[in-house]
Nanobody
Framework: QVQLVESGGGLVQPGGSLRLSCTFS????????MGWYRRAPGKTRELVAT???????GYLDSVKGRFTFSRDSAKNRVYLQMNNLQPEDTAVYYC?????????WGQGTQVTVSS
């Protein structure tokens, strides 16, 4: 069964932190290819973090130094630790295959950064 379940979002003040989790299942997804995307209001979806083929983690420039991607292969789970959140990080966050997402998308988790 193909499934993507994102969680951990919420409302946080600027400078705050959140940790997003994504549990996935289905043969179309591989722990080695998962990444995090986000879609802000009125904007196109963008890739935020992903594990590259050489094993390093690539980040969107605007989140470098603030976000950290990690994974748990045993649980088919990926995480995104987000620190020093800013209003421009407000978006719905999704996990999916990266750098090209599969046709199937989960519901995402809303992150709102506001004072």
């Amino acid at each position: 069964q193909v499934q993507l379940v994102e969680s951990g979002g919420g409302l946080v003040q600027p400078g705050g932190s959140l940790r997003l989790s994504c549990t996935f299942s289905g043969s179309i997804f591989s722990i080695n290819d998962m990444g995090w995307y986000r879609r802000a209001p009125g904007k196109t979806r963008e890739l935020v973090a992903t594990r590259r083929s050489d094993g390093t983690i690539g980040y969107l420039d605007s989140v470098k130094g603030r976000f950290t991607f990690s994974r748990d292969s045993a649980k088919n789970r990926v995480y995104l630790q987000m620190n020093n959140l800013q209003p421009e990080d407000t978006a719905v966050y999704y996990c999916n295959s990266a750098p090209i997402g599969a046709d199937y998308w989960g519901q995402g988790t809303q992150v709102t950064v506001s004072s």
